[in-house]
């Protein structure tokens, strides 16, 4: 038998999709994207084509001395949240909304101009026709599908609800709106129909608007309102005033890549990388999307990754988060100290994978900015950055301590008044106590009560008096032993009788407390056998979680904060603990 | 005998919370790899060095108990006990050892992580406290440790995106060198994709009992990935769960599984006997008395098939026949897991049709 190889041409018919041809012993021999050509020996092999949600599959044989072998795939429909033509989950009426919405102007809010902010929410399934006709509650019931949306400032102030503005046809499964603002960073807040909140960030930059496209999920059909697919959410940038096009190329290519990135592959070919770089001025989130894709291939797409980065910075501005994230990466890959812009990062990044790079500088999070605050709160949404918003979480009677009051607990863990009075005592000068404070880097102003959200003309928010950085681990680590020890954790959760103040507590806890509360049951178990908990377990644990140093101790004070009102460590659970 | 290989079993069928219902598969999952493990032809590892923590399933303990076990600690305890001198004096290091880790039960990831990695809920693990064993953070610690030279993850669980839930990091040292585990192999087999569900089901092949899909899988593509060879392995296997996983679902979709092979080498697994997988045909157009050859994936000749009224039979070069019987027009033949063709003359035609053994019936 003749092993001469054979020429094998795989592709798909728009050219879209990721290709792979195994051989009989299931071993991976070629790969692309939208077209394969390869040389291969004579025997029988599978060729795969992947896009999306979608797969096709078809065996086929190369023959010795039978020449050139063909396999063609037709164009593979897959779902996105944009209205694309050649997607499975598209139509018609959805497509015109964006166009109309797009033709007919941004609407005018008083929030500035230059740029602009589309969210389209659509429903691809057939609940919108089935709703027609079912019954009053479960019409209003699919209405709620599209509630819950509201457009926040960077400094929290609410600037208006979506049901406010929200064009909605429930008929056709929709809602949309087109708003025009001013440049700068906004916040997209969802809460969901079952009272659970998300936080996003959203940049609107000068001349460019910024499309957000969500679709929603039945499960329940009409017995349940919809649930927004958040973290598969579709983010475009495109030149003010352009026009939809849904059969443009480069929003579905944005798409197979976007959606392959969150499985972990890189679904792009050098030349599709190519094609996308090149129409990155039409859409500065292809040209983000491929520079993440050149990142995961390291040293043999350095040089164009720092193309892409520089032409980014252009179009997006040097400060933009994510290129600041990118420029980060590409100096740890060339083994260059990086450059840290001097003002830090004050807002959030888009895509989570720019945050686990620039969480790995705390000192690029200043006090005070959005990012910092949102370290410790942050929720999982796919290749999205997102949040739990601050206002679900600080609670409705917050125990007031002194400065020294928080420091004697955070030393001695002690909580009954006699004995801190005790303690105070024992420190009766003040200067040295102050010294020992000033050791422990934990000096900041008490927290008063929670802040209710504002809505756009109240008076801004005060600053917080920035906190002394010494020591801050050691700070961290008095804090951790102060939860772990001092508050009888399982005796208050297995209580039968504090149910709702349970569930309000959980309910406010960043996912970081919450995933803490297991640790610091064990950590408790350990002291008590006579083990440590050292300094250098607490960096671990902290660097484990993924947040700077200064956000966990602050997500500390604020747990500290929480359990406390919620009366964790009052005495008849810590009699039960004992 | 592999005297320096470990490892841990951990199968939990039972939960505190009802919003973790019961499992039927991880006590047997458990039972199911360490016979792999232990048999001379398979994992070849001394029974001692063999730990299993699993759910009491004849317990009469109320599932409303806070400390249902098993726990992470017993996990946590167990970890220690192969990886920890026992003087806490330092870490073990067993360089041409390999450590299994396996893990079945309900889990969980973070679906924004970029990589791979789950999470077992522990037995107490509840909706406020969701206790859990981090798996990947154990595997990928003792290989930056680089305790053994290889280490093998198995995480039969779902990999469902958790809004507000955390792996739960162990507080372990690192290690100082951060090359220290750069020779040290990590192979990572999960049950699902991000954000997927793993699934468990009767098993025909295994007398019906319900088992994790993905354990099921695993053992298979250890006895059946690249017919022909002693060994097998990560590579193959990794193919082979790829290539095979629709099958193996038998028309019950179920997410695949997510294979990390290691970036430094394969790891290969010793084994016993080559399995086949059963192939079915369905006789529509070929006459009785026809015949049919079976070319593999190479283009070689691999056997002949004469069907006659009640049975088929097959001919291997230097084999004796195999006789399947017919039953309402269909047979069943054992063949080597790959690609074929089946080329029948049909007068003047020729059917010529390419398939996957063990996949869908082939119609001749």
């Known amino acids: 038998m003749s092993n001469s190889e054979e020429r094998v041409s795989v592709h798909i018919a728009d050219g879209q999709g990721e290709l792979e041809i195994v051989d009989s012993h299931f071993l991976t021999v070629a790969r692309g994207f939208g077209q394969v050509q390869c040389q291969l020996p004579p025997g029988l092999y599978k060729a795969r084509a992947r896009a999306g949600d979608v797969t096709r599959e078809a065996l086929f044989s190369v023959d010795p001395g039978g020449g050139a072998n063909e396999v063609k795939f037709d164009a593979l429909r897959f779902a996105s949240p944009l209205p694309l033509d050649g997607t499975s989950t598209t139509h018609e009426y959805h497509q015109d909304a964006v166009w109309s919405a797009i033709r007919n102007g941004e609407r005018d809010l008083g929030l500035g101009h230059d740029s602009a902010l589309l969210v389209l929410v659509r429903d691809p399934s057939d609940a919108c026709r089935r709703q027609l006709g079912a019954s009053a509650v479960e019409q209003a019931r699919y209405l709620r599908s599209f509630a819950g949306f509201r457009l926040d400032g960077r400094d929290g102030t609410t600037l208006f609800e979506g049901d406010e503005i929200f064009q909605i046809t429930p008929d056709l499964g929709f809602a949309v709106f087109n708003v025009a603002l001013a440049p700068g960073e906004y916040v997209l807040v969802h809460q969901s129909d079952a009272g659970e909140a998300v936080a996003m960030p959203l940049p609107a930059l000068a001349g460019w608007q910024t499309q957000v496209y969500i679709s929603l999920a039945f499960p329940q059909g009409l017995a349940a309102p919809g649930v927004a697919a958040l973290a598969d959410r579709a983010l475009m940038l495109a030149p003010l005033g352009q026009d939809f096009h849904p059969s443009d190329r480069q929003f579905r290519l944005a798409e197979i890549a976007r959606q392959a990135l969150t499985q972990g592959r890189q679904a792009l070919s050098e030349a599709q990388l190519t094609e996308l770089l090149h129409e990155k001025f039409v859409n500065p989130m292809l040209g983000l999307i491929a520079a993440y894709v050149l990142l995961l291939r390291g040293a043999a797409s350095r040089n164009l990754l720092r193309v892409v980065v520089r032409n980014l910075g252009a179009l997006l501005g040097p400060e933009f988060p994510d290129l600041m994230a990118l420029r980060l990466a590409l100096a740890a890959q060339e083994g260059r100290p990086p450059e840290l812009p001097p003002a830090g990062i004050i807002f959030p990044p888009l895509l989570r994978a720019s945050w686990e790079i620039l969480v790995q500088q705390p000192a690029l999070m200043p006090e005070g900015g959005l990012a910092r605050r949102v370290a410790s709160r942050l929720v999982a949404q796919g290749p999205w950055l997102a949040w739990k918003p601050m206002e679900s979480a600080v609670p409705n009677a917050a125990q007031v301590f002194t400065p020294e009051e928080r420091l004697l607990r955070a030393i001695f863990g002690e909580t009954t008044d006699s004995s801190l009075a005790s303690r105070r005592s024992a420190h009766a000068d003040g200067e040295e106590f102050f010294d020992l404070a000033d050791e422990l880097g934990d000096d900041r102003e008490p927290r008063g009560a929670p802040e209710p959200r504002r809505r756009r003309g109240d008076a801004a928010k005060k600053p917080r008096p920035a906190a002394r950085p010494r020591n801050q681990a050691g700070a961290a680590r008095a804090k951790l032993l102060h939860l772990a020890q001092d508050f009888p954790w399982q005796s208050w959760l297995k209580d039968p009788q504090n149910r709702s103040a349970k569930a309000a507590m959980l309910e406010r806890l960043s996912s970081l407390q919450r995933g803490l509360l297991p640790t610091l049951q064990l950590v408790g178990r350990q002291i008590a056998e006579g083990d440590e908990f050292t300094l250098e377990e607490l960096l671990q644990l902290q660097e484990g979680m993924g947040v700077p140093l200064p956000a966990f101790s602050e997500s500390l004070d604020d747990f500290v904060q929480l359990a406390e009102a919620a009366g964790v460590n009052a005495p008849i659970f810590r009699s039960a603990e004992r | ?364």
């Open chain 2, 1 to 364: 005998m592999a005297r320096d290989d470990y490892a841990i079993l951990v199968g939990i069928s039972r939960y505190a919370d009802a919003a973790l219902p019961r499992l039927e598969g991880p006590v047997g999952d458990v039972d199911l790899m360490r016979g792999w493990l232990q048999s001379s032809g398979g994992g070849a590892v001394p029974a001692s060095n063999i730990t299993s923590i699993v759910s009491d399933e004849a317990s009469a303990r109320s599932a409303a108990d806070g400390e249902l076990p098993p726990v992470v600690q017993d996990f946590m305890n167990a970890f220690l006990r192969v990886v920890r001198k026992p003087d806490r004096s330092g870490f073990i290091r067993r360089e041409h050892g390999r450590l299994y880790l396996f893990f079945s039960g309900h889990g969980f990831c973070e679906k924004h992580a970029r990589s791979p990695h789950a999470a077992l809920y522990a037995a107490n693990a509840d909706r406020d406290v969701h206790y859990n064993i981090f798996g990947t953070y154990y595997a990928q610690w003792t290989k930056d440790h680089a305790l053994f030279g290889e280490i093998v993850l198995l995480m039969d669980c779902c990999r469902d995106a958790e809004l507000a839930k955390l792996p739960q990091v162990p507080v372990l040292r690192k290690p100082t060198d951060i090359g220290t585990g750069n020779s040290a192999k990590l192979l990572e087999i999960y049950a699902a994709p991000r954000g997927g569900k793993a699934q468990e089901r009767p098993i025909a092949s295994r007398n019906s009992e319900v088992h994790g899909l993905l354990t099921h899988a695993f053992l298979e593509a250890l006895g059946r990935a690249a017919p022909g060879q002693p060994k097998v392995n990560s590579t193959a296997i990794k193919g082979y769960l790829t290539e095979r996983w629709a099958d193996l679902c038998a028309g019950n979709p179920a997410d695949p599984p997510e294979v990390v092979v290691p970036t430094n080498g394969d790891i290969e697994f010793s084994r016993g006997e080559v399995g086949a997988l059963t192939q079915r045909f369905l006789v529509k157009q070929l006459p009785r008395g026809g015949r049919f050859e079976l070319i593999d994936g190479q283009l070689n000749h691999f056997a002949d098939v004469a069907v006659q009224s009640r049975v088929a039979n097959m001919a291997r070069p230097g084999q004796p026949i195999l006789q399947a019987r017919l039953q309402a027009n269909e047979f069943a033949l054992p063949l080597p897991a790959g690609f074929y063709l089946a080329v029948a003359p049909l007068g003047q035609e020729t059917l010529r049709c390419k398939f996957q053994a063990g996949g869908e019936r082939v119609e001749l």
